[in-house]
Nanobody, 120 residues
Framework: QVQVVESGGNLVQPGGSLRLSCAAS????????MGWYRQGPGKQRELVAI???????NYADSVKGRFTISRDNAKNTVYLQMNNLKPEDTAVYYC??????????????WGQGTQVTVSS
């Protein structure tokens, strides 16, 4: 019914930048919160940043001042601009969208993830 697809992950040197994109498609009535999560080697999945439909944002302490989340509601797309990347940012980054896809059905939808590797 609905899927989200992440893109933009890559290998980057410490101090570099990347921009991740996540586009939702399918039978979408409305998308509420959208967020980025990540799972690093040997770690649990954690919230990186979240953005509401009205563009209010919250960030994990580890990325504040370096990452910026934004969205384009017309395109059902959320972005994550990542600057001053550090090796500890290495992870698979997952997009999550809180999707209303019928008049009475609302569920979180996850992407398959995109790999970000920060290494010299």
């Amino acid at each position: 019914q609905v899927q989200v697809v992440e893109s933009g992950g890559n290998l980057v040197q410490p101090g570099g930048s990347l921009r991740l994109s996540c586009a939702a498609s399918g039978s979408i009535v409305r998308i509420y919160d959208m967020g980025w999560y990540r799972q690093g080697p040997g770690k649990q999945r954690e919230l990186v940043a979240i953005i509401t439909r009205g563009s209010s944002t919250n960030y994990a302490d580890s990325v504040k001042g370096r990452f910026t989340i934004s969205r384009d509601n017309a395109k059902n797309t959320v972005y994550l601009q990542m600057n001053n990347l550090k090796p500890e940012d290495t992870a698979v980054y997952y997009c999550n969208a809180d999707v209303q896809y019928t008049i009475n059905l609302r569920r979180p939808v996850w992407g398959q993830g995109t790999q970000v590797t920060v290494s010299s």
